[in-house]
């Protein structure tokens, strides 16, 4: 079994940053595919920032130019820096991956908070 773990959410004035973390673990895995997606409360969950392995990371309208998404695959760990931080942005955020073999793979969440 592969479990994503995020990590690195909390509260953040307007204009500032958060780093993301998502780390896989477990037995072997392929990703094809890591990213990020979020949901505002009342809204619907929405696709953030995309790293396909071996592709061109690709962003959200909303988000492009403030974020930035990596990947390590050393520590199977994905990365979402965020700047400019607005208060739309505030969601809990959801880290994804897609495995050749087990298909989507979904984290837990982490609460990102922006607010003065």
């Known amino acids: 079994q592969v479990q994503l773990v995020e990590s690195g959410g909390g509260l953040v004035q307007p204009g500032g940053s958060l780093r993301l973390s998502c780390a896989a673990s477990g037995n072997s895995f392929s990703f094809s595919v890591m990213g990020w997606h979020r949901q505002a409360p009342g809204k619907q969950r929405e696709w953030v920032a995309i790293?396909?392995?071996?592709?061109?990371?690709n962003y959200a309208d909303s988000v492009k130019g403030r974020f930035t998404i990596s990947r390590d695959n050393a520590k199977n760990t994905v990365y979402l820096q965020m700047n400019s931080l607005k208060p739309e942005d505030t969601a809990v955020y959801y880290c994804?991956?897609?495995?050749?073999?087990?298909?989507?793979?979904w984290g837990q969440g982490t609460q990102v908070t922006v607010s003065s």
């Open positions: 994804y991956a897609i495995d050749r073999v087990l298909g989507s793979i």
């Open positions: 790293s396909p392995t071996g592709g061109t990371t």
